[in-house]
Protein backbone atom coordinates (compact mmCIF):
# COMPACT_ATOMS: atom_id res chain seq x y z
CA UNK A 1 0.00 0.00 0.00
CA UNK A 2 1.65 3.13 -1.53
CA UNK A 3 1.21 6.62 0.90
CA UNK A 4 -1.90 7.76 -1.09
CA UNK A 5 -3.53 4.77 -0.98
CA UNK A 6 -3.10 4.86 2.63
CA UNK A 7 -4.98 7.71 3.12
CA UNK A 8 -7.37 7.12 1.26
CA UNK A 9 -8.26 4.39 3.18
CA UNK A 10 -7.93 6.12 6.57
CA UNK A 11 -10.10 8.63 5.29
CA UNK A 12 -12.93 6.20 4.07
CA UNK A 13 -12.48 5.11 7.95
CA UNK A 14 -12.89 8.76 9.43
CA UNK A 15 -15.85 9.08 7.27
CA UNK A 16 -17.07 5.53 8.50
CA UNK A 17 -16.57 6.37 12.36
CA UNK A 18 -18.53 9.56 12.00
CA UNK A 19 -20.91 7.86 10.03
CA UNK A 20 -21.22 5.22 13.42
CA UNK A 21 -21.21 8.70 15.75
CA UNK A 22 -24.12 10.10 14.21
CA UNK A 23 -26.01 6.77 13.90
CA UNK A 24 -26.54 6.94 17.90
CA UNK A 25 -27.92 10.77 17.20
CA UNK A 26 -29.11 10.36 21.25
CA UNK A 27 -25.54 10.04 22.22
CA UNK A 28 -24.29 12.02 19.90
CA UNK A 29 -26.13 15.07 21.21
CA UNK A 30 -25.97 14.08 24.86
CA UNK A 31 -21.75 14.21 24.06
CA UNK A 32 -22.16 17.59 22.61
CA UNK A 33 -24.33 19.19 25.76
CA UNK A 34 -22.34 16.82 28.12
CA UNK A 35 -19.06 19.28 28.11
CA UNK A 36 -21.14 22.58 28.81
CA UNK A 37 -23.30 21.30 31.68
CA UNK A 38 -19.37 20.21 33.23
CA UNK A 39 -18.08 23.44 32.65
CA UNK A 40 -21.12 25.59 33.98
CA UNK A 41 -20.54 23.15 37.22
CA UNK A 42 -16.74 24.06 37.53
CA UNK A 43 -17.33 27.46 36.60
CA UNK A 44 -19.92 28.33 39.40
CA UNK A 45 -18.15 26.40 41.85
CA UNK A 46 -14.65 28.27 41.08
CA UNK A 47 -16.85 31.56 41.53
CA UNK A 48 -17.84 30.28 44.87
CA UNK A 49 -14.39 29.85 46.20
CA UNK A 50 -13.28 33.35 44.67
CA UNK A 51 -15.84 35.09 46.21
CA UNK A 52 -15.39 33.25 49.42
CA UNK A 53 -11.93 35.00 49.34
CA UNK A 54 -10.23 31.72 48.63
CA UNK A 55 -6.57 32.03 47.05
CA UNK A 56 -4.11 30.19 45.94
CA UNK A 57 -4.59 30.01 42.06
CA UNK A 58 -3.40 32.38 39.26
CA UNK A 59 -5.97 34.22 38.04
CA UNK A 60 -8.22 33.03 40.59
CA UNK A 61 -9.78 29.07 41.19
CA UNK A 62 -12.94 30.16 38.17
CA UNK A 63 -10.37 30.52 35.85
CA UNK A 64 -8.14 27.54 36.90
CA UNK A 65 -10.65 25.54 37.20
CA UNK A 66 -12.43 25.85 34.04
CA UNK A 67 -9.14 26.11 31.92
CA UNK A 68 -8.51 22.46 33.57
CA UNK A 69 -11.63 21.30 32.54
CA UNK A 70 -11.26 22.56 28.99
CA UNK A 71 -8.03 20.90 28.44
CA UNK A 72 -8.86 18.04 30.20
CA UNK A 73 -11.63 16.98 27.82
CA UNK A 74 -9.84 18.04 24.57
CA UNK A 75 -7.27 15.44 25.91
CA UNK A 76 -9.58 13.04 27.45
CA UNK A 77 -11.47 12.31 24.04
CA UNK A 78 -7.85 12.07 22.21
CA UNK A 79 -6.73 9.22 24.51
CA UNK A 80 -10.55 7.47 24.90
CA UNK A 81 -11.03 7.45 21.35
CA UNK A 82 -7.57 5.93 20.34
CA UNK A 83 -7.92 3.51 23.01
CA UNK A 84 -11.48 2.23 22.11
CA UNK A 85 -11.02 2.10 18.53
CA UNK A 86 -9.55 -1.82 18.40
CA UNK A 87 -12.66 -2.22 21.27
CA UNK A 88 -15.13 -1.24 19.01
CA UNK A 89 -14.34 -3.37 15.72
CA UNK A 90 -14.34 -6.52 18.43
CA UNK A 91 -18.06 -5.20 19.44
CA UNK A 92 -18.95 -5.23 16.06
CA UNK A 93 -17.47 -8.38 14.79
CA UNK A 94 -15.20 -6.78 12.37
CA UNK A 95 -11.74 -6.70 14.11
CA UNK A 96 -10.69 -9.55 12.06
CA UNK A 97 -11.47 -8.44 8.65
CA UNK A 98 -9.31 -4.93 9.33
CA UNK A 99 -6.45 -7.49 10.42
CA UNK A 100 -6.17 -8.67 7.10
CA UNK A 101 -5.70 -4.78 5.66
CA UNK A 102 -2.20 -3.39 5.25
CA UNK A 103 -1.38 -1.02 7.42
CA UNK A 104 -4.42 -2.99 9.40
CA UNK A 105 -3.93 -1.60 12.91
CA UNK A 106 -2.86 1.62 12.96
CA UNK A 107 -5.74 2.69 10.18
CA UNK A 108 -8.71 2.06 12.41
CA UNK A 109 -7.08 3.51 15.58
CA UNK A 110 -5.58 6.72 13.33
CA UNK A 111 -9.20 6.91 11.95
CA UNK A 112 -10.99 7.05 15.45
CA UNK A 113 -8.35 9.36 16.77
CA UNK A 114 -8.76 11.76 13.96
CA UNK A 115 -12.67 12.09 13.98
CA UNK A 116 -12.18 12.16 17.59
CA UNK A 117 -10.10 15.20 17.15
CA UNK A 118 -12.83 17.14 15.59
CA UNK A 119 -15.43 16.09 18.41
CA UNK A 120 -12.23 18.00 20.87
CA UNK A 121 -12.80 20.85 18.83
CA UNK A 122 -16.16 20.99 18.69
CA UNK A 123 -16.52 20.32 22.81
CA UNK A 124 -13.45 23.18 22.84
CA UNK A 125 -15.64 25.93 20.88
CA UNK A 126 -18.69 25.64 23.04
CA UNK A 127 -17.04 25.32 26.57
CA UNK A 128 -14.74 28.21 26.09
CA UNK A 129 -17.83 30.45 24.31
CA UNK A 130 -19.50 29.33 27.71
CA UNK A 131 -16.78 30.28 29.89
CA UNK A 132 -16.63 33.66 27.91
CA UNK A 133 -20.50 34.39 27.28
CA UNK A 134 -22.29 33.09 30.59
CA UNK A 135 -19.02 33.19 33.12
CA UNK A 136 -16.96 36.37 32.33
CA UNK A 137 -13.88 34.07 31.93
CA UNK A 138 -11.58 35.70 29.50
CA UNK A 139 -9.44 32.87 28.29
CA UNK A 140 -7.17 34.87 26.24
CA UNK A 141 -6.72 31.77 24.12
CA UNK A 142 -3.60 32.78 21.81
CA UNK A 143 -2.41 30.66 18.66
CA UNK A 144 0.23 29.16 20.73
CA UNK A 145 -1.54 28.52 23.50
CA UNK A 146 -3.87 26.20 20.94
CA UNK A 147 -0.79 24.72 19.33
CA UNK A 148 -0.02 23.81 23.03
CA UNK A 149 -3.06 21.75 23.34
CA UNK A 150 -3.36 20.52 20.02
CA UNK A 151 0.30 19.02 21.39
CA UNK A 152 -0.89 17.83 24.27
CA UNK A 153 -3.64 15.85 22.64
CA UNK A 154 -0.86 14.46 20.38
CA UNK A 155 1.19 13.28 23.39
CA UNK A 156 -1.73 11.02 24.83
CA UNK A 157 -2.63 9.28 21.30
CA UNK A 158 0.62 6.96 21.75
CA UNK A 159 -0.63 5.97 25.16
CA UNK A 160 -4.20 5.40 24.01
CA UNK A 161 -2.61 2.89 21.36
CA UNK A 162 -1.23 0.88 24.36
CA UNK A 163 -4.96 0.67 25.95
CA UNK A 164 -5.56 -0.32 22.30
CA UNK A 165 -3.52 -3.16 22.53
CA UNK A 166 -4.51 -4.67 25.87
CA UNK A 167 -8.49 -4.58 24.85
CA UNK A 168 -7.08 -7.09 22.18
CA UNK A 169 -6.74 -9.28 25.03
CA UNK A 170 -8.66 -8.53 27.53
CA UNK A 171 -11.79 -7.34 25.62
CA UNK A 172 -13.52 -5.24 28.74
CA UNK A 173 -11.26 -2.02 29.53
CA UNK A 174 -13.58 0.65 30.44
CA UNK A 175 -13.29 0.01 34.43
CA UNK A 176 -9.07 0.43 33.50
CA UNK A 177 -10.20 3.45 31.73
CA UNK A 178 -11.62 5.37 34.63
CA UNK A 179 -9.10 4.17 37.36
CA UNK A 180 -6.89 5.79 34.85
CA UNK A 181 -8.35 8.73 34.18
CA UNK A 182 -9.42 9.57 38.03
CA UNK A 183 -6.10 9.50 38.81
CA UNK A 184 -5.00 11.40 36.24
CA UNK A 185 -7.58 14.12 37.13
CA UNK A 186 -6.46 13.70 41.11
CA UNK A 187 -2.66 13.74 40.22
CA UNK A 188 -2.29 16.41 37.38
CA UNK A 189 -3.97 18.92 38.61
CA UNK A 190 -7.08 19.53 37.02
CA UNK A 191 -9.22 20.57 39.77
CA UNK A 192 -6.71 22.10 42.17
CA UNK A 193 -3.38 23.36 42.24
CA UNK A 194 -0.13 20.37 42.63
CA UNK A 195 1.48 22.41 45.28
CA UNK A 196 -1.94 21.48 47.46
CA UNK A 197 -1.05 17.38 47.11
CA UNK A 198 1.04 15.87 49.88
CA UNK A 199 4.89 15.90 49.07
CA UNK A 200 5.09 12.61 48.13
CA UNK A 201 1.90 12.65 45.47
CA UNK A 202 3.70 15.72 43.70
CA UNK A 203 6.61 13.22 42.45
CA UNK A 204 3.84 11.20 40.79
CA UNK A 205 2.33 14.42 39.10
CA UNK A 206 5.69 15.31 37.54
CA UNK A 207 6.11 11.96 36.44
CA UNK A 208 2.66 12.14 34.25
CA UNK A 209 2.95 14.71 31.01
CA UNK A 210 -0.78 16.14 31.56
CA UNK A 211 0.55 17.96 34.07
CA UNK A 212 2.48 19.64 32.17
CA UNK A 213 0.43 19.77 29.58
CA UNK A 214 -2.36 21.75 32.31
CA UNK A 215 0.43 24.26 33.60
CA UNK A 216 1.20 25.32 30.22
CA UNK A 217 -1.93 26.05 29.06
CA UNK A 218 -2.50 28.07 32.30
CA UNK A 219 0.23 29.78 32.40
CA UNK A 220 0.13 30.78 28.54
CA UNK A 221 -3.39 31.92 29.51
CA UNK A 222 -2.47 33.89 32.95
CA UNK A 223 1.06 35.08 31.69
CA UNK A 224 1.07 35.21 28.30
CA UNK A 225 3.94 32.65 27.20
CA UNK A 226 4.18 28.83 28.14
CA UNK A 227 7.42 27.65 30.55
CA UNK A 228 10.46 25.92 28.38
CA UNK A 229 10.48 22.46 30.54
CA UNK A 230 6.50 22.13 29.41
CA UNK A 231 7.69 22.74 25.68
CA UNK A 232 10.02 20.12 26.28
CA UNK A 233 8.23 17.85 28.08
CA UNK A 234 5.36 17.46 25.88
CA UNK A 235 6.76 16.08 22.62
CA UNK A 236 9.27 13.95 24.60
CA UNK A 237 6.35 12.64 26.64
CA UNK A 238 4.38 12.04 23.43
CA UNK A 239 7.23 10.13 21.14
CA UNK A 240 7.76 7.97 24.22
CA UNK A 241 4.03 7.23 24.44
CA UNK A 242 3.99 6.55 20.83
CA UNK A 243 7.21 3.96 20.99
CA UNK A 244 4.95 2.45 23.93
CA UNK A 245 1.80 2.15 22.51
CA UNK A 246 3.03 0.93 19.11
CA UNK A 247 5.06 -2.02 20.83
CA UNK A 248 2.40 -2.60 23.21
CA UNK A 249 -0.06 -2.95 20.51
CA UNK A 250 2.10 -5.46 18.57
CA UNK A 251 3.12 -7.35 21.26
CA UNK A 252 -0.40 -7.71 22.00
CA UNK A 253 -2.02 -8.29 18.91
CA UNK A 254 0.99 -11.46 19.00
CA UNK A 255 -0.12 -13.28 21.78
CA UNK A 256 -3.54 -12.73 20.99
CA UNK A 257 -2.78 -14.52 17.81
CA UNK A 258 -0.75 -17.29 19.60
CA UNK A 259 -3.41 -17.78 22.02
CA UNK A 260 -6.40 -18.12 19.66
CA UNK A 261 -8.17 -14.96 21.06
CA UNK A 262 -8.57 -12.57 17.46
CA UNK A 263 -12.27 -12.93 17.17
CA UNK A 264 -13.42 -14.08 20.23
CA UNK A 265 -15.25 -11.53 21.70
Same mark, same amino acid.
Given at each position: ??????????????????????? &???????????? /?????????????????? %???????????????????????? %????????????????????? &???? +??????????????????? *?????????????????? +????????????????????????? %??? /???????????????????????????????????????? /???? &???????????????????? /?????? %??????????????? *?????????????
Amino acid at each position: MDVKEYFTVLWAFVVRDWQRRWS &YKLNFIAMLLYP /IVWVSVFGVLGRTIDDAG %GTGAPGGFSMYMVTGIITWRFIRV %GFFDSSWSIRWEQHIGTFKNI &YMLP +NHLMIPVSATALSGFTVSM *LNFVEMWLVAELVFGISL +NMTVPSFLFLVLAWLSVIGFGFAIA %GVA /ILYKEIQAVFTVIFFSFQFFCGVFFPVEALPSAAQYISRA /IPIT &YALNGIRTSITHGYIPTTDL /IVMPVA %GLIGLAIGLITLQLC *LKKALRDGKLERY
